[in-house]
């Protein structure tokens, strides 16, 4: 057979070679349309790469650089760097019985994932120092001249407004919290101060300010703000990862209506022992029974159930907490009515038996709570009561005993009052104030608690002669701020402090979870940063939306979900196939319309221009 050649009826980029066998090649591209079908299925993969996986690669990211701000976070201790403007700030007012203080807070804008919370920290100034100052006497102190509660908090909110940019100001919270010093005043004289205070802080500060953002605090809430602020720095509310199974609890959530089980890192429960009160927070992962419908009202009344998280359709913040405050439990306060009760019984038996002790120093009454041979005085008034250490730790303890009120109720803590049950095998607890100094200060202990060696050497330090006791304690042997009414009742509170924990809290004496600190991670940590990030929960919100906003203006492939993703590669795909079918079918129809030219004679196509007279024609 014969081949004709077309080479000039087409563009110089097609070539054809027509032949009766292989017809069917006129509807197949040449090579540059194959090159540039390849580039158009490999743009089709970039997009690809780019819409989906690429969220993939943002996420983990973002991950990456919220593991390195969680780290500097517990670590940070530099200068505010107040230019920076996605910096965030936040006022926090805590208005105690003998003074009150301001605390500044700032933390950088939410990173669009309504899993994680703010990373709220303490301001520091130019010299690295935490932004706080304190005022003297308490607000309570004007409960008879309320006009004057504004300017009380004047000097404390002038001090904020310098630190904090001025076009700062009108976008950043500000709380005062009234705690114990005000619960004691009428509800009258509480509500004329913070009367005072809602009216005038506005006309004289442009911070974002509220009627409900003033308000005297319960000590359920103090508590729950406390137990937050510590979980919070320890890195306990940070979900992102794989946790170690040793550091997970599983949690029933709180009025979920299957009882949802979550799995999550394991919260720390707060011991603190103050010198008027003691206090417990920990959360209570799993539902509990009662065996009354009396014991479930007191419950309902120590237990808090909260959101931290900013979506309140998300359930991985949501946390059930028990708080419990026993006034008169305090290391002080514990000595002073054991002081009393041994007056009151010491001068009754004098009187029936006719006897004369603890009436002078040369007739002392045994105090096996005082260190050996240590006399002190104790009593009202004139009324003395002469005592002389012993220093017998473990009768120390038995005389403490009756002074817990515990009782042999199920579920009952210092003073009979309701404790749900803790899971010793997987808690962790730490104790604060008095926990620390006990077993710090003089013992030397702080840190890891073991009972065994406490009790030894609690015991060893009461057994020890005053003189010599006195005498390390010249020598510089104790911590710094250890003084001689630390000394003189470090015995006492040794004794008072073991037995709250194990016989009023009911830990085991093995019980190997227990640490003592001042500091965490070497920052005191205040109930208020607890309270900050409670009330500001929700702020996330704005800064999501925001993020939102931004994605789809300037970066708007950060605006697209997963699956939405797989759609918009699917409708591409689609256009880009429909595209090539048209393409081969417009080369059909080219196709046919040469075959039909071709069949016409050669003077048609001279006429009509379409072949040039240097075509070649081979037959």
Known sequence: MGRISFSCLFPASWHFSLSPQVLPRFLLPSFRQLIFICLLVGLLGLLYVVLVTGKGQDSWIRKDSHFHRHLARVTDVEATDTSNPNLNYGLVVDCGSSGSRVFVYCWPRHNGNPHDLLDIRQMRDQHRKPVVMKIKPGISELASSPEKASDYIYPLLSFAALHIPKNKHQETPLYILCTAGMRVLPDSQQEALLEDLRTDIPVRFNFLFSDSHVEVISGKQEGVYAWIGINFVLGRFNHVGNADREATVEVQIPGADHQEALVRKRTAGVLDMGGVSTQIAYEVPKTVSFASPQQEEVAKNLLAEFNLGCDAHRTEHVYRVYVSTFLGFGGNAARQRYEENLFRNTITRNKLLDQHVGDTAESPLLDPCLPTDLKDEVGPGDRRLHLRGTGDFDQCRRLLQPFLNHTNQTHSSLNGVYQPPIDYSNSQFYGFSEFYYCTEDVLRMGGDYISSKYSSTAKSYC??????????????????????????????????????????????????????????????????????????????LRDIQQESLKGVHSHWRHSFSFVNNHFLFLACFLVVLLSILLYLLRLRRIHRRTAQRCSSSPVQWLEEGLVSPSLPITL
């Open 463 to 540: 057994a020890t002669q005053w003189r010599t006791l006195k005498e390390r304690f010249d020598a510089g042997l104790y911590a710094s701020h250890a003084d001689m009414h630390r000394l003189k009742y470090q015995c006492f509170k040794s004794a008072w402090m073991y037995e709250v924990f194990h016989s009023g809290f009911s830990f085991p004496a093995d019980y190997k979870n227990l640490k003592t600190a001042l500091l965490v991670y070497d920052k005191e940590v205040q109930w208020t940063l607890g309270a900050i990030l409670y009330r500001t929960r929700f702020l996330p």
